[in-house]
C-alpha cells in the first residue's frame, strides 16, 4: 500500500507522521520502539553500533499513527557503511514530523548527546526530550538527568521514562501524536514495520550473534537471508549467511566443534519460530568477505541505504 492511503478508521479526525528516534549508540533507542509498537521490530544488544537501518515501527490507535524511526547510532563515517548509516541519519531527520531525542539517565550527558542536540536544533521539526532508564535511578539522581537534559537547549517538553518497563510512555506517547499533522493513516492499522520479512529474520539471527561474540566480531558480522521457504502449513525452512571480514573471526562463530553456530541457531530458530508462528528449519552458513563495510553491492544486496 502506498504511502499516505486512507487507512485510518473513517471516524472522526486522524493525526499521522513519522519521529525520529536520535540518541548516543546503545541508549535504548530500539528497545524503545519495540515497547511503543508493542512487538519486537528492532533487535536489542549491549553492542554499540546494533542498528544498522532506519527501522520503522508502527504504532496505531484510533485516532493516531506514529511511524517510529529508529535511526542509526550518529558516528563520524569511517567507511562505506557507517558513511551509510550518516546519510541516512540526516535524511530520516530531514523527512520527520518530529525528533525525539533519547539520552541515558545513568551516563548523564556526554559530548556524544551534546553533537545530537546541536544536529537537532538546526532542524525544522520540533524536538522533544525522553530521559530513559530512570527506573534504575533515585529521585535525586532522576531529578539531576532532567535538569541536564534541559541544558542541551533542544525540546520544549522532558519526559522521564523507562522504554524496559514502559514507566512514564504514555504521556510521552500521547504528546508525540499531538505534534503529528492532521491525515490518512500511512500503514494498515494492523502492520507493526515495514521492514521485509527476509530482513526481520536477518536482524533477529544477527541478534543472537552479538548476544554471543564481543570485541571486533559483532561490528564485523551482518546476516543474510537468502532463501524463505514454507515446506508445510506448520514448517519454513529459513537459510541464511552470517558474513564476517576474517578467516578468525569466522573461526570463533564455527568454534570448538561447531558449538558456537549451533547455540547461534538454536537461539535463532526460536526467535523465528516465535515471529513467524510456526516451526522453522534454519540454516546457517558463516562466509567470510574481507572488507564488506566498504563494499557498496554488499550493501545495496543487504538492503543498508
Do not use: Y
Request: with cysteine; proline share 4%; charged share 30%.
Amino acid at each position: 500500500m502506498s504511502a499516505g492511503a486512507d487507512t485510518g478508521t473513517g471516524t472522526g479526525t486522524t493525526r499521522s507522521g513519522f519521529v525520529a528516534l536520535a540518541g548516543r549508540p546503545n541508549v535504548g533507542k530500539s528497545t524503545l520502539v519495540n515497547a511503543i509498537v508493542g512487538r519486537k521490530v528492532a533487535i536489542v544488544s549491549d553492542k554499540p553500533q546494533t542498528t544498522r537501518r532506519a527501522i520503522r515501527g508502527v504504532a496505531t490507535t484510533d485516532d493516531s499513527q506514529l511511524v517510529l524511526v529508529d535511526l542509526p547510532g550518529v558516528q563520524r563515517p569511517r567507511d562505506a557503511l557507517t558513511a551509510r548509516m550518516q546519510r541516512r541519519v540526516e535524511s530520516e531527520l530531514a523527512d520527520a514530523d518530529a525528533a525525539l531525542l533519547l539520552v541515558n539517565a545513568i551516563q548523564g550527558i556526554g559530548p556524544g548527546d551534546r553533537f545530537i542536540a546541536r544536529l537537532l536544533a538546526g532542524a525544522r521539526t520540533p524536538v522533544v526530550v525522553a530521559v530513559n532508564k530512570v527506573d534504575r535511578c533515585s529521585r535525586a539522581e532522576t531529578m539531576a538527568a532532567l535538569a541536564a537534559a534541559a541544558e542541551l537547549g533542544v525540546g520544549d517538553e522532558i519526559f522521564p521514562i523507562s522504554a524496559r518497563t514502559g514507566q512514564g510512555l504514555g504521556a510521552l506517547v500521547e504528546h508525540l501524536a499531538g505534534l503529528l499533522p492532521e491525515g490518512p493513516f500511512f500503514f494498515p492499522p494492523e502492520e507493526r514495520s515495514d521492514q521485509s520479512e527476509q530482513v526481520l529474520l536477518a536482524e533477529l539471527v544477527r541478534e543472537q550473534v552479538l548476544r554471543r561474540t564481543r570485541q571486533e566480531v559483532p561490528h564485523a558480522v551482518e546476516v543474510e537471508v537468502e532463501e524463505i521457504e514454507e515446506r508445510r502449513d506448520d514448517l519454513i525452512a529459513v537459510r541464511a549467511v552470517i558474513w564476517v571480514e576474517a578467516e578468525s573471526q569466522k573461526g570463533i562463530l564455527i568454534g570448538a566443534g561447531g558449538g558456537m553456530i549451533r547455540a547461534i541457531g538454536t537461539a535463532a530458530r526460536k526467535e523465528l519460530e516465535r515471529e513467524l508462528g510456526c516451526r522453522v528449519h534454519l540454516e546457517l552458513a558463516v562466509r567470510v568477505r574481507r572488507a564488506w563495510r566498504s563494499d557498496d553491492r554488499l550493501l545495496d544486496r543487504l538492503g543498508i541505504e
